[in-house]
């Protein structure tokens, strides 16, 4: 691991070109994966990706916020940025999780939902909304893990879990510093002042209760050693998920549940 | 009630008699036509030229949807931390609590309508944009413990800009915490009306707002998850003027019923009969 970076800098780092992606990891992670398409509704949103394959020869559901690797590529899948269908293709896949017993696995990388005229026509903010409220009594156990950008709504709609790690250089936010300086100062270009004030770093997340661990990225950050990172993610998952399907199904949606309900900080 | 309240708007006024009287004017922010506060007012703040429902604050609502002293508010006393040590965050909600007399965004709490008794919670807009953070988020989630645990249903009016930038990613997960406890009383076959009020924006339509069995809208309304204004900017083009309005939202399939305010209190009284939670022990 290296010293200890500032928000901004793990920020730039986050954005680094060459930060591997969600379909960067599947093949060095899982076997047998075989990706499945569509909402059943309306489309097939290339943001997000959802699949079954294997872990430890186990299987298991995958979804995930995709990146583009270069301009094609994110030109693609909307840069990362999903459409209600992205939300209700991972639901879809969920739900089928559930009835085939397999635990499910988040992969979060987004800067948010997208903000256009057809998301919010479609009900973006209705399909957030409903990922919150299923992948709460989803009766499955699930692992989320923000690989990089985790923003707002649209990050958490995949959020919701009994076990969130980040990676060492991920943020996970409310809204992009950009959007929050925007936002808060009108003024979108203090958005390095806005990184350093958020608490977005992986260690914030802990320290909130919002994740349960860090995954060390290899030196330099997570684009110079696919391999190890890949590895290090790959150890996270094969201890968890077996823990976590071990546990009765009542008990661990109930300290689902409990995980949330006690974030936040008030005065009785 | 509203009595009360026009007492004060008239007071105010009516006050300096020497001045030469001009009558004070509501301009909407909908059709932009300018009419007589006074009328604005009496019209429970309806603009009587395009029927836009205009804000009430928590109270105002409250007078004019339940039953008369039969409102008992949960958690009134409950006050913001500083989750992420916000610069003069607390400062900023000691003033809000002068001015407006509230201590956070919602109010919660039992009541009745027309007799049926229920959960109800009103948010205040004029507290943060009625934002969510941890008190928001704290309280709408015993309410609806509450009304799981005593077989009641909800009614929830909502009206707020979104999350709580201040609270930063504490305040993002209020909206797992909101949706799962609506979703633990909707498994125990409670019903739960929304009531979407100006404006419902933001991780609170992206979260409980979104989640009623039925969702009412007032004419007019603002409704949506990302702001005008971010999506102008990314889509580099001006939108619609009824775009993300209530009755946009309707016609796209995520609104049941518009209702005006006058008929608000004997919808949701009918609503609830129909649910025969007038006939529930409580």
Redesign the interface.
Known sequence: MDEKKTAWERLQLVHTKGRPTVRDYIPLIFTDFYELHGDRHYGDDMAILGGIGRLDGRPVTIIGQVKGRDLDENKACNFAMPHPEGYRKALRLAKQAEKFHRPVICFIDTPG?????A????????A???N???F??LRTPIISIVLGEGG??GA??L??CDDLAILENAQ????SPR??AS??WKDASREQEASE????TAE??VS?G?AEEVIEEPRGGAHNDLDKISENIKEYLSQKIPEKCEKDIDVLLKER?TK??K?????? | MFEDFFDVVKKRFNGGADEEYKPPMFKCPRCQDLSSLSRYEELHRVCPKCNYHGRLSASERLAITVDRDSFREFDADMKSGNPIDFPEYLEKQEQLRETTGLNDAVVTGTATIKGSPVVIGVMDSRYMMGSMGSVVGEKITKAFEYATENNMAVIMFTASGGARMQEGIVSLMQMAKTSGAVKLHSDNGGLYITVLTDPTTGGVTASFASLGDIIIAEPKVLIGFAGRRVIEGTIKQRLPEDFQLAEFMHEKGFVDMIVERKKMRSTLSHLLKLHGYDKKEV
């Open positions: 939902a997208f903000c256009g005229i998301a919010e026509e479609r009900g973006i903010g209705e957030i909304a409903k919150l409220a299923e709460m009594t707002s709504g958490l709609a959020g919701v996970y936010s409310v809204l959007g929050f936002i808060l004030i958020m608490h977005i914030d997340m909130l919002v549940y949330f309900r974030i936040g900080e008030f005065l009785d």
